[in-house]
């Protein structure tokens, strides 16, 4: 399992999204019942877990789990210093 799927696991306390097959990873998570508030709690469990700083700009473009594990991996991997 993803760490952002972990880390959603672990916010909601449902395990509906440890199942890929349940949540997809293009499925956007504010659409599968996840509000603003957890989202926001999601990006500093990134941040505190990951060690990925996220702005409210970065944010804007993270949608689906899929967008947020692309994210925390080119910013905490060789990408850190990339565009």
């Not at 760490?3 to 890929?20: H, N, W």
């Not at 509000?35 to 804007?60: H, K, Y």
Request: no cysteine; glycine share 10%; charged share 30%.
């Amino acid at each position: 399992m993803s760490t952002i799927r972990e880390l959603l696991v672990e916010l909601t306390g449902t395990a509906e999204f440890a199942d890929a097959e349940r949540v997809g990873d293009d499925v956007d998570l504010a659409a599968s019942g996840i509000d603003s508030g957890d989202l926001v709690r999601l990006v500093l469990l990134v941040e505190q877990r990951l060690g990925v700083e996220i702005t409210a700009d970065d944010m804007e473009q993270l949608h689906t789990i899929a967008d947020y594990e692309r994210f925390t991996a080119e910013r905490s991997g060789a990408g850190a210093g990339g565009a």
